[in-house]
C-alpha cells in the first residue's frame, strides 16, 4: 500500500526487503521490557532516505503501523495490558512521524543551503559577467524543489519558480506583481514585520520563521520562510530572496501531538499540563494591574465504590458524562474546566469578577450533577465535594493555590459532601500542620521521641493507689510535648498506631513489672493501656500481648486493656475474639468512655469486659454541692446495672474532694482525674501509693 506513492528506484521486491528489518525493529520497540520510541524515530528517517518523501506518503506509513503493528506483531499474552500495548503503538506512530519530519527537514535543509550557495554565488557571477551567470541563476531557480521568489526592496514580487506557485495553488502571474506586505495573516509571529523592515532598510542580512499564508482557494499554506537581502556591488540593498518550504502537514501533525498532550483522553477536557499553563498566566503579575482569579476544585464523592462495584468501564462512563455537564457550566471564554486525573476535576476563572463568578460556578456544577446519570439501565446518582479558592495574582504560586484548594475540597468532603467550601488561612495552616505531624510520625517512633506519663487510678472506699492509665505523649522537636488528641488521630488515619501501640504497651508492661520488682508500692499495680480501633482489628493482637506479658514477666491480671464503646458498637463474635481470647486469660478489659456510645444497656451482657469507665460528662454536675439530681440519679442507674453485670465502676475526670464524695456514696469502685494527680512521671506514682491518697 506505501510502494505506489514512493519515488524509491527500487523494485517493489527489493522494497519490501528493504521494509522488512524497519517492521522488525518497530516490533522490537514494541515488545521491549523499558519502553524506548527511539528506534521508531530512526525507521521515520529511513524512509526518508529510501526516498519515499511523496506527498501522502506518512499518512500512508503511519495508517499501515496503526493498522498492522499490534495484529500482525502482538507483544503476547501477559506481556502488554491492551491498554499499554495502544499507547505504545501511538507513541511508536508519533516517534516514526518526528523521525520523518526530522530527517525530511534536514534533506531540504541541505537543499536550501546548496540552494541558497548556488543563488548567492550566481549573484557574484552575475556581478562579474551577467550574460554567464544568468542562464546558471535560472537552472537553479526553476529546478529547485523548494519555493523561491524574488522582490525588490519596495516589496513588489518580481519572479517566482514553479515549486511556490504550486505551493499556492496558483498559477505565476497570480503571485507575480503583488506586494509582500499584502500578504499578512492573523496567525503571523509578533515581531515578523519589523524583522521585514530591518532588512529591506539593510540592518539585517536574513531572517528566518515560520510563516502562515492564504492560498488561492482560501485555505492555510504554512511555510519555513528564509528571507535573504541581495545587494549590489556598492553593498546598497537591492533584491529580497526568499526561501519557502512547504511545512503544512508537519503543522498539523505538530498541533494534533499538542492537543493530544494537553487534552485529557478520556473526556476531552483540557489536562493537568494545559490547566496549569492557564493558572501560571492567571498568576503572572506581568499585566497591567491586579489580576483577579477563583479556583473550584471538585472531586466526586464514593466514586471509588462505583468503580469497585460496577466496574471501571461503567466508571469511566460516569466520568465522560459528569465532564459534559461540568464543560456546560462554563458561560465565558475567561473560564476553563478541566480534569486532574481520576475523579478530580477543577475550574478556573479570571477577570474583576471572578471570586464571585467562582462561587456561583460551584453553585452551577452541583445543580448541574444533582440530577442522576443513567449508566446501563441504572440511575447513578452524582455528588462532589468543591472547595474555593480565589485572589489577587502574585500572592501565591500555582502549587500554593492548588495545595489550598485541595485541602478545602477535603473539608467541604469531611462536612458531609455535596457542597462547596471557600478557602480558609488558618484552615489551610491546621491541616497543613497536620500533615507536618502525620509525616514526622514514623521517624519520630524509630527517633524515641515518644514517652509515657501516668495517671493513678485511686479506689475510691479508702483512696489507695490500685493501679495507674498510661498516657502516651509526644516530645516533638519543634512544638514540644504534644497531647494524644493531637496525634493519635493521625496514627490512626495511617496505620502507625499498631507500632505505637505494640510500643506503648511494651513499655507500660516494663515499668509495671519495675514498679513490682522496686518494691516501693504498698500493693501490686496494675497498668491501664488504651488499644484503639485498629489494634482491635491487628490479626496478631492476642499473640502480641501475651509475648509482650511473658517478656515483662506480668500475670495477665496486671494488664487492662481500655476499649471505647464506639469501638465495639455493632461488634460481631469474630471482632470480639480477640478480646474474648484476652479476658479468658486473666487481662481486664474497661469499656471506655461508657456513655458516648448511645449503645443499648443490654449489650453490655454480651461484651467480655469487666469495668466500665464513666465518660466525664455524667458526673461534671457533681463538681460542687448539691450535686445535679440529674445527674445523680443517671450515675446510681448506671452503677446499679454494672454491679448486676458484676462490673466495677471507674470514673474519669474527678476535679473535686465533694465530686469524689458524691461518687463515693453512689458505690463507684476507682476514680482518676486531677483531684487525685495528673499524668506525670512513674516515679510519682508509687510516691502517691506510699501515702494515704484520701488525705
Known amino acids: 500500500m506505501i510502494y505506489p506513492a514512493t519515488a524509491t528506484p527500487m523494485t517493489r521486491d527489493e522494497f519490501e526487503q528493504h521494509l522488512v528489518p524497519l517492521v522488525e525493529r518497530l516490533a522490537a520497540a514494541l515488545r521491549a521490557p523499558g519502553f524506548d520510541p527511539a528506534p521508531a524515530a530512526e525507521v521515520g528517517a529511513a524512509l526518508v532516505k529510501a526516498h519515499c518523501t511523496d506527498p501522502g506518503t506518512l499518512p500512508l506509513v503511519l495508517g499501515a503501523v496503526d493498522t498492522h503493528l499490534l495484529a500482525c506483531c502482538p507483544p503476547g499474552d501477559g506481556v502488554l495490558a491492551p491498554e499499554e500495548a495502544r499507547a505504545r503503538c501511538a507513541r511508536i506512530q508519533h516517534a516514526v512521524a518526528e523521525g520523518f519530519a526530522r530527517a525530511l527537514r534536514e534533506r531540504t535543509l541541505a537543499e536550501q543551503e546548496a540552494l541558497s550557495r548556488a543563488a548567492l554565488a550566481a549573484q557574484a557571477e552575475t556581478e562579474r559577467a551577467l550574460h554567464t551567470s544568468e542562464a546558471r541563476f535560472r537552472a537553479v531557480f526553476e529546478g529547485a524543489a523548494i519555493g523561491v521568489g524574488i522582490a525588490d526592496v519596495d516589496g513588489r514580487i518580481m519572479d517566482v519558480n514553479d515549486a511556490l506557485t504550486r505551493m499556492f495553488g496558483s498559477v505565476a502571474h497570480e503571485v507575480t506583481g503583488r506586494n509582500v506586505g499584502e500578504m499578512v495573516h492573523p496567525d503571523d509571529a509578533p515581531g515578523i514585520w519589523g524583522l521585514y523592515r530591518e532588512l529591506v532598510r539593510g540592518d539585517r542580512d536574513y531572517y528566518r520563521v515560520e510563516k502562515p ?5 482560501g485555505s492555510v499554506l ?118 486532574l486525573g481520576g475523579d478530580e476535576f477543577v475550574a478556573l476563572l479570571t477577570g474583576p469578577s471572578a471570586p464571585s463568578d467562582a462561587t456561583a460556578l460551584a453553585r452551577r456544577m452541583l445543580a448541574a450533577l444533582a440530577e442522576p446519570v443513567r449508566l446501563e439501565g441504572r440511575d447513578l446518582s452524582v455528588r462532589a465535594s468543591i472547595g474555593i479558592v480565589d485572589g489577587t495574582a502574585g500572592g501565591r504560586d500555582a502549587a500554593e493555590v492548588l495545595r489550598s484548594a485541595d485541602i478545602t475540597m477535603y473539608r467541604a468532603k ?282
Open 222 to 339: 504554512w511555510t519555513d520562510l528564509t528571507v535573504s537581502l541581495l545587494r549590489d556591488a556598492h553593498g546598497r540593498p537591492q533584491y529580497q530572496l526568499a526561501l519557502m518550504e512547504d511545512i503544512t502537514e508537519r503543522r498539523l501533525l505538530h498541533e494534533q501531538l499538542r492537543y493530544e498532550a494537553t487534552h485529557d483522553a478520556l473526556t476531552g477536557l483540557p489536562n493537568r499540563t494545559l490547566f496549569f499553563e492557564a493558572l501560571d498566566r492567571a498568576l503572572d503579575t506581568a499585566g497591567d494591574g491586579p489580576a483577579r482569579f477563583g479556583l473550584c476544585y471538585l472531586d466526586l464523592d464514593g466514586f471509588k465504590a462505583v468503580n469497585d462495584s460496577l466496574g471501571h468501564a461503567v466508571g469511566d462512563q460516569l466520568l465522560v458524562a459528569v465532564a459534559e455537564r461540568l464543560r456546560s457550566c462554563v458561560t465565558a471564554p475567561e473560564q476553563l474546566v478541566a480534569r
Open 213 to 217: 499564508y492564504y492560498r488561492s482557494d
Open 414 to 695: 469531611a462536612a458531609g459532601g455535596n457542597r462547596y467550601e471557600l478557602a480558609d488561612a488558618d484552615c489551610d495552616a491546621r491541616a497543613i500542620a497536620r500533615h507536618s505531624l502525620t509525616n514526622g510520625l514514623p521517624a519520630a517512633l524509630e527517633n524515641g521521641e515518644f514517652f509515657i506519663e501516668y495517671q493513678p487510678l485511686v479506689r475510691l472506699t479508702d483512696g489507695s493507689v490500685r493501679g495507674a492509665e498510661a498516657l502516651v505523649r509526644w516530645l516533638h522537636p519543634v512544638h514540644g510535648v504534644l497531647g494524644p488528641d493531637q496525634f493519635i488521630p493521625l496514627a490512626e488515619s495511617t496505620g502507625l498506631i499498631v507500632p505505637l501501640g505494640r510500643w506503648v504497651l511494651e513499655e507500660a508492661a516494663r515499668q509495671a513489672r519495675a514498679w513490682r520488682s522496686e518494691g516501693k508500692c504498698r500493693a501490686p499495680m496494675r497498668v491501664n493501656v488504651n488499644l484503639s480501633p485498629s489494634q482491635l482489628r491487628y490479626p496478631s493482637l492476642v499473640a502480641e500481648t501475651v509475648a509482650i506479658l511473658e517478656n515483662a514477666g506480668l500475670p495477665p491480671s496486671a494488664l487492662c486493656l481500655e476499649v471505647t464503646e464506639n469501638a465495639l458498637i455493632g461488634a460481631d463474635e469474630e471482632e470480639l475474639r480477640p478480646l474474648r481470647q484476652l479476658a479468658d486469660m486473666g487481662v481486664d478489659i474497661a469499656l471506655d468512655d461508657f456513655g458516648t456510645g448511645y449503645s443499648n444497656l443490654s449489650y453490655l451482657r454480651r461484651l467480655p469486659v469487666s469495668t466500665l469507665k464513666l465518660d466525664r460528662s455524667f458526673t461534671r454536675g457533681m463538681q460542687c454541692s448539691p450535686a445535679d439530681p440529674v445527674d445523680v440519679k443517671i450515675v446510681e442507674g448506671i452503677v446499679s446495672l454494672a454491679h448486676t453485670l458484676d462490673l466495677s465502676v471507674t470514673v474519669e475526670g474527678v476535679e473535686t474532694g465533694t465530686q469524689a464524695e458524691h461518687l463515693r456514696g453512689l458505690g463507684c469502685d476507682t476514680a482518676q482525674g486531677w483531684y487525685y494527680a495528673r499524668p506525670g512521671p512513674p516515679e510519682r506514682l508509687c510516691a502517691l501509693a506510699s501515702a494515704d491518697a484520701s488525705l
